[in-house]
């Protein structure tokens, strides 16, 4: 049997849109091969999430606070324009060309 030390590091974190605020189950394995991928730590990816649809809207031009709005999300903090160049590189699909994203040290949210 498993102790609780072992399930605590063990366990999937959510991940958190941070355009909506929205959180979402992963998995593992979703997870790491999405690590793998990009070359980053678990903490920058986490820092740079959004969801499908946030991501969407981005590459179509709508702004932050569109976005918030069209998809019904009460989150108010603000997203500057380097942490939304971070999440579109790092979200959905693009092309294979080399983005700077920005490291997890570096974001910071700042509340309105």
């Given amino acids: 049997m498993e102790t609780t030390q072992t399930k605590k590091t063990n366990k999937t974190p959510r991940l958190v849109c941070n355009i909506t605020g929205d959180s979402r189950n992963t998995t593992r394995e979703y997870l790491d091969g999405r690590l793998a991928r990009l ?3 678990e903490a920058t990816f986490l820092k740079n999430y959004a969801n499908k649809d946030s991501v969407k809207l981005l590459r179509e031009g709508k702004s932050v606070d569109q976005i918030r709005h069209m998809l019904g999300s009460k989150a108010t903090h603000s997203v500057s324009s380097e942490h939304i160049k971070a999440i579109l590189a790092m ?10 994203v920005v490291k997890a040290a570096k974001v910071e949210a700042v509340t309105a």
């Avoid at 979200?91 to 700077?100: D, L, M, R, S, Y």
């Fill in 91 to 100: 979200n959905g699909k693009q092309p294979k060309v080399k983005v700077e």
């Fill in 39 to 41: 070359n980053v730590d």
